[in-house]
């Protein structure tokens, strides 16, 4: 691996299916994000974490969890999906907030029907 | 929170002409000005960024400035090239979290 790995790319998802989007980094980041990606809007903070351990609530965190058990690994959860979480999911790390450059994962296209 | 706004949404130029994005920001504690480019289908990448001690920052054909006083940040890009063309981002960071403005379609035509 190397970066930052999104998965799956694309999926096509019932209503009221539970589905968790994967993201791995190897670059030793302390703080990872989740943000949605829809036209017009432009990139909405859904939750993040800091460094492992800890998480925090974005802009848009309604109807997603997340968890960090490790450095490594920040699974973005919806329990329950709905057509409005119809987008495009980013995952992205940086070595902290306060340290620059935010990189992202090639992202995840969800649809949900 | 930081509220970060951006304009135009979206922007046609001619090859060779210059394009100027502009992006204003509410949260006076924001100190890391971060511009990212994102081509079709793809993730978003930094092209440059600038922190609140600078006031102009230059890489080639890029440049950006900040005033702080004003709370407002501009992206230049000089010369434009087919290869411009891209959805452009501006973000603000508090320390705590990135904030990104709604985007610029960049359309460069040859």
């Known amino acids: 691996i190397a970066g930052i790995t999104q998965a799956p790319t694309s999926q096509i998802l019932a209503a009221g299916r539970r589905m968790t989007l994967r993201c791995t980094q190897d670059?030793?980041?302390?703080?990872m994000y989740w943000y949605r990606q829809d036209l017009g809007l432009g990139l909405r903070l859904i939750h993040y974490?800091?460094?492992?351990?800890?998480?925090g609530k974005g802009e848009v965190p309604d109807g997603y969890s997340v968890s960090r058990a490790n450095t490594d690994d920040f699974p973005l959860t919806l329990a329950s999906a709905v057509p409005s979480q119809t987008s495009v999911y980013f995952c992205?790390?940086?070595?902290?907030?306060?340290?620059?450059?935010?990189?992202f994962g090639e992202g995840s296209r969800l649809t949900v029907l | 929170g930081e509220n970060v706004e951006q304009h135009p949404s979206t922007l046609s130029v001619q090859e060779g002409d210059s394009a100027v994005i502009k992006c204003t920001y509410s949260?006076?504690?924001?100190?890391?000005f971060p511009w990212y480019k994102q081509e079709l289908g793809k993730r978003p990448q930094l092209i440059i960024d600038?922190?609140?001690?600078?006031g102009e920052k230059k890489d080639q054909r890029i440049a950006v400035t900040l005033n702080k006083t004003a709370k407002h940040f501009s992206l230049h890009i000089t010369e434009t090239q087919p290869e411009d063309s891209a959805v452009y981002f501006c973000?603000?960071?508090?320390?705590?979290?990135?904030?990104f403005g709604t985007g610029t379609s960049l359309t460069v035509i040859p």
């Open positions: 949260d006076s504690a924001s100190n890391y």
């Open positions: 974490s800091n460094t492992a351990g800890t998480t």
């Open positions: 600038i922190r609140s001690n600078v």
């Open positions: 973000a603000a960071s508090n320390g705590n979290q990135f904030y």
């Open positions: 992205a790390s940086s070595f902290g907030p306060r340290a620059g450059e935010l990189f």
């Open positions: 670059m030793r980041h302390n703080a």
